[in-house]
């Protein structure tokens, strides 16, 4: 930034960093979901549908049981998210530049190089009590075989594991990095005040990471809504058994690509869409997001 007198002038450099990010925002951001939007609202010979497309995704036997696995998807994941990685971020902290510290950060980091398919193939073989390092546990769990452990009723738990084991690293750095940021003089003050290790992250630290959890929760759920890798990999790894219509992003492919009726699959796009941002809204309004500190 230059000034002339005492008036600061923004770099004309910025326009440049930010040009990048707006192209392809509108590339594969905008651009699309404009597209998915008119295709939600229009039928086959591109004539205004209303919400005729939106009633058959609805319609479909499919549509509940898929909301249902992901809902329940979501709560195991966000609980898992939100409990464990401000846990493991408080620790990380409070080793603080130790050599143990600074291995767990790399170690946090490290699954999510193998995120998305890659990381589903690292759990099929994880998952095989035949194969899997850790078949003894499971075998001491009751499963034998690897259609046991990917039984319907377990799916939820897995997917959460999974998301965890390739998602939850790369907050565990972000918080830690939030934690870096308030003041010791704060944290002093409450070990003054006599507060122990415990009382220091229930009533101080956690309070101030209050908007970070939030945008955390926020993208995590976001993401969690668009399950897809983890249950068509899985069903095409144990033949069918965890379905491929387990969630409605693969509702929605299956309607594109099976059935050929991709304004259908838009709708079920749209939908989800819509809930991403409510649920976006809620939290930002009720957690006082954009208050000032």
Known sequence: MTTVGSRPRPSRAAPAFVA???????????????????????????AFAGLANFAVAAADFRFLPAIGHVALYLVCWLAALVVLVVALALLLHRLGASG?????RLLYYLPGALAGAAGVMVWLFVLDPVVSPVGFLLRALGYETFG?????????????????WT??????????????????????????????????????????????????VILA???????FVEPQLLSQASVGVAGRDYSPNQLSYDFAFQNDNVNTA???????????????????????????D
């Open 20 to 46: 990048g990010y707006v192209t392809l925002l509108v590339a594969f951001g905008i651009v699309p979901t404009a597209y998915a939007i008119y295709f939600a609202f229009t039928d086959n010979e591109g």
């Open 221 to 227: 759920f976001a993401g969690g809504t668009q399950l």
């Open 148 to 164: 046991q452990v990917i039984a319907p009723g377990n799916l939820p738990v897995l997917f959460a594991a999974i998301a965890f």
């Open 100 to 104: 143990a510290g600074r291995t767990l």
């Open 167 to 216: 998602g939850a690293g790369g907050w565990i750095v972000v918080l830690y990095g939030a934690l870096n940021t308030i003041s010791t003089e704060v944290l002093e003050a409450a070990r003054i005040d006599g507060a122990g290790a415990w009382q220091t992250a229930w009533r101080t630290q956690i309070p101030l990471l209050r908007k970070w959890i939030v945008y955390m």
């Open 266 to 292: 838009a709708a079920i796009s749209v939908e989800l869409l819509v809930v991403g941002l409510v649920v976006a809204a809620v939290f930002v309004v009720r957690s006082g997001f954009f208050d000032a």
